[in-house]
């Protein structure tokens, strides 16, 4: 899987991309406008990324793209500006909310398809932790971030849980379910 090396610089640059776009939203309703040229060239190359944001401990807003369309710092902006005021789960980001937030970015590799025979030959297959995983049955579709590991660290109850998020049931089973897995960098 091909990686992306970010140094702390980099890191706080795109956590600043993503403060600084929710609080354009706030002001002016639209994500901070970027250009990417006045970035390093590393963070202009096309990236697909989650924003997530925590509001004391508890999911505030997450939204993201599993395919690269956009460059790095454009995709931070857009999406942090996404998660904070258009994630249907949640009503808009207040200016109250945005001083606490916690802001979480994952920036994904490629998304590669796993090769497997059985529910089981995947089970075994997974890494917990370290695999994001994108689950496609027809028209059902659904992704778990690897820091979804955390809440469910057993492979068979992360898959069971993606399954249900796709629409699908938890016993569901198909020859033709496909599963990608990807990695992430996260920030912080």
């Keep these: 899987m091909s990686s992306i090396e970010l140094k702390a610089d980099d890191k706080l640059i795109l956590l600043d991309i993503a403060k600084q776009s929710i609080a354009n939203g706030l002001k002016h309703d639209s994500p901070l406008k970027i250009n990417p040229g006045d970035y390093p060239d590393h963070l202009q190359i096309n990236r697909a990324t989650f924003v997530t944001l925590f509001l004391n401990q508890q999911l505030r807003g997450c939204i993201g793209t599993l395919t690269a369309y956009q460059s790095l710092v454009m995709d931070v902006a857009n999406h942090a500006f996404a998660a904070a005021f258009n994630d249907p789960r949640f009503p808009p980001v207040t200016p109250d909310e945005a001083r606490q937030l916690d802001i979480h970015i994952s920036i994904l590799t490629p998304a590669e398809t796993i090769d497997f025979h059985s529910e089981k030959e995947l089970i075994n297959m997974l890494q917990p932790g370290v695999d994001g995983l ?15 590991w955390e809440t469910l660290p057993d492979p068979e109850d992360f898959l069971t849980h993606l399954k249900l998020k796709a629409g699908l049931s938890k016993n569901f089973w198909d020859k033709n379910i496909k599963i990608s897995r990807y990695r992430t960098i996260s920030i912080p």
Aim: hydrophobic share 35%.
């Design 134 to 148: 994108i689950l496609e049955s027809g028209t059902h579709k659904g992704t778990f971030l690897p820091s979804v």
